[in-house]
């Protein structure tokens, strides 16, 4: 089967005042393998939820894992790993909480990274996912 790519966007529309045109996609389907590109405060149509608020960036970010997931043939149950980048400490119970609510007792394995910046500064929590669809 030959990969199917979700949602394909050019970064310039994510990215005005930096000069990067890449093509990508929001997620891709290798066989019953779904990655998803990571999730941040931008809603799907490229408008921007949480200035300033790590825990509605979160929010936003895990409701875009569960339509991006649906569109590629998952479910947030098949979530097998899940990374979480934030810019500050502080951030990280808050953001937790969220993820957790959103995940329920799905129980994927897990890394969290405090970083000193992501893509844009308003930026403050990145979601990365991979699942598995069970054969």
Do not use: W
Request: one cysteine or more; aromatic letters at 8%.
């Amino acid at each position: 089967m030959a990969h199917q790519r979700f949602r394909r966007f050019n970064t310039g529309l994510f990215y005005k005042d930096q000069d990067i045109k890449n093509e990508m996609c929001m997620a891709v389907r290798a066989g019953n393998l779904v990655f998803l590109r990571g999730q941040t405060g931008f809603t799907l149509d490229g408008g921007f939820t949480g200035v300033g608020d790590a825990a509605a960036q979160a929010d936003q970010a895990m409701r875009n894992v569960k339509v991006l997931l649906e569109e590629a043939g998952a479910k947030m149950e098949h979530i097998c790993k899940i990374t979480t980048y934030i810019t500050d400490r502080a951030f990280r119970e808050p953001v937790y909480q969220v993820i957790g609510r959103h995940l329920g007792d799905i129980a994927p394995v897990g890394t969290g990274l405090i970083v000193s910046g992501l893509a844009l500064p308003e930026m403050l929590v990145e979601i990365d996912v991979d699942a598995v669809i069970p054969a």
